[in-house]
């Protein structure tokens, strides 16, 4: 098994940069898949029980300048790693104005990603800041459990309102609720909502918009004021938003009705999708 | 004892104790004829950290009253970093700094004379105490390495800020590493992420050190020293020698002068162990060979409270609790600077919570013990409590 790659454009280099934060944010532990094509992060947790699932893929050639990978074999060209998210964004956050980044799979002591960075010092000499980041390789066995999750046949389909927002308002309803309903409808609305006891809160979005799907034979028998609901933890939610940190190129949201809700976003080239089961 | 400290001056003192206050929870003031000193050390005695501040330092420096001895006290850091809690406030408010000790006095005074005729007066109560003095010599390391301090802090800047220690060292091509410095976990499965910086000789003003020395100590202690030098702008001298022995670290200006003496990591393993000595954990004074024979009858007990009883003795010398590390201060068999000693509160059993009665009572055995030349201290403190959980 083999990788390197190299960035030196530094708007790559911030690119990736952000990605790595955002990732850092949605998931402590992830895997990255290196195939010839693309480079994944993967966090599976098992949606039956209640876990969430989060898919983010770009494409390697627009951010390396570099890149040469051998996978586990010829038929499996592919390398899935476990990491620490955080120690990758870390990382990176060293190399704010370097001149070249150089990313390979390394095994000093343990197995590693060597991050090394080369910074451009004041007296004109170069220094050079290397990251050991430990990894394990994940056994070929394990990786039918890491693939692209389908995409489940959504009752509605979305588009999301400013995601600062919505961090804002769930933030503050994370006080008083650990149960949150999400729901949407076919004529651009959308609400999230809190029930307790003592108190009912529900704020309301409106005039979103509705990505056309290419399957209409669902959606033409849904009567367009009806809401398809789906009860999560609110904290789960509440992480997603707080990892978002740009605002997408486009973020959609998907529902199926007491099933799933599937945030589908765009960031630039780079496509993240995050998976929150409904509530049992 | 009477000193007055006026316009930039008076916060570059607060940025001082800011360092110090990194290292221990006591702030040791003497005022001397070279200047005012202040100096720290921490609790496992594995660092001393020291200012002395030059009488052109002052707008006024008076040692002491005419007919008086000099005096020295010893003040909670925390009172003191109190007067200089916050450098913004004090680098816009504050015009002049009085500071005054006199023995009539139950307090050390620290006036502030702030904008608009405000006038701050801390009383801060003190302890009489000994001097605290530790013995090194920085021309005896043979190495040493000597950059702006902005280098450093610059690579030192890639280090996660809970990291606690680090290691400093030549690679090849002359170059000057400083690497994240992680204990070797039983549970591999969690391995923290290592992380090097590589600065090449360029950026030095003066490297003398061979390609392969290393040595690793504590960076939340240094962090202290770098940034008082990079806020003075002043570069940095690094006094190291093998691993075990102290790493110095220094700052020469002509109105103040620091030294930050910090214990470095043992090598563990068996080659370097020669250059100190056959088992890792004896402390390096081996001049003190012929009180050895005498702890021989002590040893039935384990060997960690031998160790410890060991290092007491010295009187200066404390470890770090684990026994894989070694001492700081050496003492030279020579001339240079006294041996340290403390001053009598430290014998209270208080002071070290947990230490079993036994080990005190062995070290003030020892203290009897040694020829007076090598005692000028009373009966030395257990200075390391019982690490937790470690042989």
Same mark, same amino acid.
């Given at each position: 098994m083999k990788f390197r790659a190299k960035i030196v454009d530094l708007a790559c280099l911030n690119h990736f940069t952000r990605v790595s934060n955002m990732i850092a944010k949605l998931a402590k532990t992830c895997t990255l898949r290196i195939s010839p094509e693309k480079l994944n992060f993967i966090l599976s947790d098992k949606l039956a029980s209640g876990g969430v699932s989060m898919w983010c893929e770009l494409e390697q050639e627009n951010i390396f300048s570099e890149f040469q990978m051998e996978g586990v074999s010829v038929e499996n060209n592919a390398i899935y790693l476990e990491l620490t998210s955080e120690n990758l964004s870390r990382a990176l956050k060293t &190399?704010?104005? &370097?001149?070249a980044l150089k990313i390979k799979l390394t095994n000093k002591h343990f197995p590693c990603l060597t991050v090394s960075v080369e910074l451009l010092s004041s007296s004109s000499s170069s220094r050079i800041v290397t990251h050991d980041i430990p990894i394990k390789v994940i056994p070929r066995r394990l990786w039918k459990d890491l693939q692209e999750p389908s995409v489940p046949d959504s009752d509605v389909s979305i588009y999301l309102p400013a995601l600062k927002t919505m961090k804002s308002v769930v933030e503050k309803m994370k006080n008083i609720s650990n149960q949150l309903v999400i729901e949407a409808n076919l004529n651009g609305e959308l609400n999230l909502k809190i029930e307790t006891e003592l108190v009912c809160v529900t704020t309301h979005f409106k005039d979103l918009g509705n990505p056309i799907l290419p399957s209409e034979s669902v959606s033409q028998s849904r009567h367009p004021e009806d809401m398809a609901e789906v009860h999560i933890d609110i904290k789960k939610l509440l992480q997603f938003l707080a990892g978002q940190q740009v605002t997408p190129t486009k973020a959609v949201c998907n529902i199926v009705s007491n099933r799933i809700v599937h945030f589908d976003l765009l960031l630039e080239d780079i496509s993240l999708q995050y998976f929150i089961p409904a509530l049992s | 004892m009477k000193c007055l400290i006026t316009g930039g001056n008076v916060k570059v003192l607060g940025k001082a104790v800011h360092s110090l206050s990194r290292i221990g929870d006591e702030l040791y003031l003497e005022p001397l004829k070279d200047g005012l000193s202040l100096r720290t050390v921490n609790s496992s005695r594995s660092a001393y950290a020291c200012f002395l501040f030059a009488p052109l330092f002052f707008q006024q420096y008076q040692? /002491? !009253?005419? @007919?008086q001895d000099l005096l020295r006290c010893k003040i909670l850091m925390k009172s003191f970093l109190s007067v200089f809690r916050s450098l913004a406030m004090v680098e816009k408010t504050v015009e002049k700094c009085c500071i005054s000790l006199s023995s009539s006095n139950n307090y050390l005074v620290v006036q502030l004379h702030c904008k608009y005729g405000v006038k701050k007066t801390h009383n801060l109560s003190f302890q009489d105490c000994e001097s605290l003095q530790a013995v090194f010599n920085p021309s005896l390391c043979p190495h040493l390495l000597r950059a702006p301090a902005r280098v450093l802090a610059e690579a030192v800047l890639s280090f996660p800020p809970a990291l606690t220690e680090v290691t400093l060292g030549i690679d090849r091509g002359r170059r000057v590493i400083l690497r994240s410095y992680q204990e070797e976990? /039983?549970? !591999?499965?969690?391995k923290a992420m290592v992380t090097e910086t590589s600065i090449g000789e =360029?950026?030095?003003?003066?490297l003398h050190a061979p390609e392969g020395i290393a040595v690793t100590f504590c960076l939340k202690e240094f962090r202290g020293l770098l940034s008082f030098a990079e806020s003075a702008n002043l570069p940095l001298t690094v006094h190291f020698d093998v691993p075990g022995r102290p790493v110095i670290f220094t700052i020469e200006d002509s109105l103040l002068d620091s030294h930050f003496v910090l214990a470095t990591l043992l090598e563990q393993d068996p080659c370097s162990q020669n250059l100190c000595s056959p088992n890792p954990c004896q402390p390096v004074p081996q001049k003190q060979a012929h009180s050895i024979p005498h702890l021989d009858d002590f040893t039935n007990d384990d060997i960690d409270c031998y160790m410890i009883a060991m290092e007491t003795t010295v009187g200066s010398e404390g470890s770090r609790a684990q026994p894989s590390t070694s001492l700081p201060p050496v003492s030279q068999p020579s001339h240079d600077l006294a041996p340290a000693s403390e001053e =009598? =509160?430290? /014998? =209270?059993? !208080?002071?070290?919570? @947990?230490?079993?009665p036994p080990k005190k009572f062995r070290s003030l055995f020892f203290g009897s013990i040694l020829a007076p030349v090598h005692s000028p201290q009373g009966p030395s403190p257990v200075l390391a409590e019982d690490s937790d959980g470690e042989g």
């Open positions: &190399a704010q104005n &370097a001149r | 040692v /002491a !009253s005419p @007919g976990e /039983a549970d !591999s499965t969690n =360029e950026d030095f003003q003066q =009598e =509160e430290e /014998a =209270e059993p !208080s002071t070290v919570p @947990g230490t079993p």
